[in-house]
């Protein structure tokens, strides 16, 4: 099992920046791909970023492309967020998730493991 600590979540202007971190328990971190998700008030989690075991490979929804960037960094077990030129409509709870295997990385329910999520909120 891993546990997940979401941190880095606030309050930032519309343009701006913020970078999530999610730190994870347990001495087998890169065995497994992390995965950013989000939730809007009133709406679905859905999928943001994604990155495989390695690091080598990225996923990305269509309307983050060019503005997140999802890293990590296994030696500390901690997986990270940059996101940049902020909207009003990234505003969300933030989580991170882990998963073993290698398929279906943007599928929500493939990812047993989650953090308790983080706060962003991007005013206009």
């Known amino acids: 099992q891993v546990q997940l600590v979401e941190s880095g979540g606030g309050l930032v202007q519309a343009g701006g920046s913020l970078r999530l971190s999610c730190a994870a328990s347990g001495r087998t971190f890169s065995s497994y791909a992390m995965g950013w998700f989000r939730q809007a008030p009133g709406k679905e989690r859905e999928f943001v970023a994604a990155i495989t075991r390695s690091g080598i490979s990225t996923y990305y929804v269509e309307s983050v492309k060019g503005r997140f960037a999802i890293s990590r960094d296994n030696a500390k077990n901690t997986v990270y967020l940059q996101m940049g030129s902020l909207k009003p409509e990234d505003t969300a709870v933030y989580y991170c998730?882990?998963?073993?295997?290698?398929?279906?990385?943007?599928?929500?329910?493939?990812?047993?493991?989650w953090g308790q999520g983080t706060q962003v909120t991007v005013s206009s």
């Open positions: 998730a882990a998963r073993l295997g290698s398929t279906s990385y943007t599928r929500l329910n493939e990812y047993p493991y």
